[in-house]
């Protein structure tokens, strides 16, 4: 089991910075692979990124490549997103993810994959 706490949301103009992190509980979360989520209202859930429990792989939406960077902490269970030169279509409530996968190269874009989610912290860019 895995226990997912998202922070760091919050309210900024468009093209400044936020960093959302998420606190994982579980003594095997470097087994996880994990993954950062958003929703936006009326829209559907659409993957930001994905990581590999050993950090060698990592995928990003085309629509933040180069301005989202993910990156994961086994020995302190936490995941982050740096998220610079945001935009109003950034907004959305973000959610981080896991799924177990035995192999430390295991990454997914697809949200089906992963079992265990946050509850979510929103974003606001302002124009």
């Known amino acids: 089991q895995v226990q997912l706490v998202e922070s760091g949301g919050g309210l900024v103009q468009a093209g400044g910075s936020l960093r959302v992190s998420c606190a994982a509980s579980?003594?095997?979360?470097?087994?996880?692979?994990m993954g950062w989520f958003r929703q936006a209202p009326g829209k559907e859930r659409e993957v930001v990124a994905g990581r590999s429990w050993g950090g060698s792989s990592t995928v990003y939406a085309d629509s933040v490549k180069g301005r989202f960077t993910m990156s994961r902490d086994n020995a302190q269970n936490t995941v982050t997103l740096p998220m610079n030169s945001l935009n109003p279509e950034d907004t959305a409530v973000y959610s981080c993810?896991?799924?177990?996968?035995?192999?430390?190269?295991?990454?997914?874009?697809?949200?089906?994959?992963?079992?265990?989610w946050g509850q979510g912290t929103q974003v606001t860019v302002s124009s």
């Open positions: 579980g003594r095997t979360f470097s087994s996880y692979a």
């Open positions: 993810a896991a799924y177990s996968c035995p192999l430390s190269g295991c990454y997914s874009s697809r949200a089906e994959d992963y079992n265990y």
